[in-house]
């Protein structure tokens, strides 16, 4: 299968800009492998023509930061804060005491707070 050049519309594409509200603080942890990351729940509101197929309001989506300068943004995160992230979606693997778990979450490559 040939795939198509970068930037055209048949490429393949991850990516996923949120525009939101921060659920709660964010929260810095360390792996078993020493690798450190930091999460945070973004609420998004739903936009009406959503409202109108659902009674869900709104979506959590959980981020995920590997990058140290991202990890530094949203280190100052506080709940209600709006932000913005940019990034892919990834679905991670990980052991857990109850056994092996997935979690689909936006890995953040940039994340800004926006002033109101």
Same mark, same amino acid.
């Given at each position: 299968m040939t795939e198509a050049p970068v930037g055209t519309p048949d490429a393949p @594409?991850?990516? *996923?800009?949120?525009?939101?509200? *921060?659920?709660?603080?964010? %929260? %810095? &942890? %360390?792996?078993? !492998?020493?690798d450190c990351l930091m999460t945070a729940r *973004?609420?998004? +509101? @739903? +936009?009406?023509? $959503?409202? !109108?197929? !659902? !009674?869900q309001r709104v979506d959590t989506i959980d981020c995920v930061a590997w990058l $140290? @300068?991202?990890? &530094?943004t949203m280190r100052n995160w506080q709940a209600g804060d709006? *932000?913005?992230v940019e990034g892919a979606i990834r679905r991670r693997f990980f052991r857990a005491e109850s056994g092996a778990v997935s979690r689909v979450e936006v890995e953040v490559k940039r994340a800004k707070r926006i002033r109101p």
């Open positions: @594409r991850n990516e *996923v800009v949120l525009c939101g509200r *921060v659920a709660a603080p964010a %929260e %810095e &942890r %360390e792996l078993p !492998s020493g *973004v609420i998004v +509101d @739903r +936009d009406t023509a $959503a409202l !109108s197929r !659902s !009674s $140290a @300068r991202v990890q &530094r709006k *932000v913005q």
